[in-house]
Structures are given as structure tokens and as C-alpha cells.
């Protein structure tokens, strides 16, 4: 479905190596919406921000003043 060598740059940035997680990347990355990532172990988390850190990303948690 997608991209080998990008697929591949998103494990190493964190991303779990199934299937299922690589499946949902690609609908995170190329959808047309924002995505709403239910993470309760933090995988989907680190592998966002070790993937778009450099791109601008920002981090908002409940505990955010401005949330």
C-alpha cells in the first residue's frame, strides 16, 4: 500500500513493525483530516513526534493552560 523505504524510515523512528500499525500510519499520514490516535501505550506518540519534530510539530496535553 505504501512506500517501502518510507514505511521502513517510520519504523526506525518508532513505529511498531505489524501490519496493522503500518496500515494506520498510512491512513494518519495521507488522509485528508486530522487523526485521532487512541494510544494507551504511547507507540502511536513517540513515532509522531520522532517523525514530525522537525516539521513544526506541536504537543497539546489536557494539562495545556490553553488547551
Not at 504511547?42 to 522537525?54: P, V
Request: aromatic letters at 10%; one cysteine or more.
Amino acid at each position: 500500500m505504501g512506500d517501502p523505504v518510507v514505511i521502513r524510515d517510520w519504523i526506525l523512528n518508532g513505529l511498531p513493525s505489524d501490519s496493522v500499525s503500518q496500515d494506520n500510519s498510512l491512513f494518519c499520514m495521507l488522509g485528508n483530516r486530522w487523526p485521532l490516535m487512541i494510544d494507551p501505550q504511547f507507540q502511536a506518540n513517540k513515532w509522531i513526534k520522532n517523525t514530525e519534530g522537525n516539521n513544526g510539530l506541536k504537543v497539546k496535553t489536557f494539562q495545556d493552560a490553553k488547551f
